[in-house]
């Protein structure tokens, strides 16, 4: 398909463990963004990259969070030492223009045991 | 700072209208958005307004600024079963580059019959 595609889209985990979420954006969207969405709450930002700038890393809760996005395209969220408190659905978004329209993927959601 | 604040909960009567309300603290926002989630789904542009207009149209939906008290307003005329879902406001304080969008807590919108 032609939109974000995230991958699993359900991951349950013990604390304690590492996980990797990964998010396909669309082909030639030069921005990618990672939110965090938790029962509740509204949508968190955690980082966004833009094209070959450095990564705006200031949503990122703790140093077990860490991003990357390879060759422009492909990115992968990792959490390490996962806690109960890192369970939520995690957003991937991509986009193209100054106009602000992010396109989203289905998410994936977390359940840390 | 940015901070979008939003009602967590609605319910209307099919056939009624809708108005789902939305204040901002960054006046340098230059355009605000208004995103849709259904159920299990990711976030999807509904309409986004310029902060030099008051107010935008499109079929049942009417987006109303008010830059002065930072306000910013949703209303869906007629609304349907289909338009229960929850809905994010959401602020672009720059200009002229895709940069990450500050998302309101989101209002989740029950259409009863």
């Known amino acids: 398909g032609a939109g974000v595609s995230q991958s699993p889209s359900n991951k349950v985990t013990e604390k304690g463990k590492d996980v990797e979420l990964r998010c396909d954006p669309i082909s030639g969207h030069t921005a990618l963004y990672w939110y965090r969405q938790s029962l509740g709450q509204g949508l968190e930002f955690l980082i966004y990259f833009q094209g070959n700038s450095a990564p705006d890393k200031s949503g990122l809760p703790s140093d077990r969070f860490s991003a990357e996005r390879t060759g422009g395209s492909v990115s992968t969220l990792t959490i390490q030492r996962t806690q109960q408190e890192d369970s939520a659905v995690y957003l991937c978004?991509?986009?193209?223009?100054?106009?602000?329209?992010?396109?989203f993927g289905e998410g994936s959601r977390l359940t840390v045991l | 700072g940015e901070d979008v604040e939003q009602s967590l909960f609605l319910s209307v009567r099919e056939g009624d209208s809708s108005v789902i309300n939305c204040t901002y603290t960054d006046s340098s926002s230059t355009y605000l958005y208004w995103y849709k989630q259904e159920p299990g789904a990711g976030l999807q542009l509904l309409t986004y307004?310029?902060?030099?207009?008051d107010m935008k149209q499109d079929q049942r939906l009417t987006v109303l600024l008010n830059k002065k008290d930072k306000h910013l307003s949703l209303r869906i005329a007629d609304t349907q079963t289909g338009d229960s879902a929850i809905y994010f406001c959401a602020e672009n304080p720059n200009t002229g580059t895709a940069s990450k969008l500050t998302f309101g807590t989101g209002t989740r919108l029950q259409v009863t019959l």
């Open positions: 307004i310029f902060s030099n207009m």
């Open positions: 978004a991509s986009s193209l223009g100054w106009t602000g329209e992010l396109f």
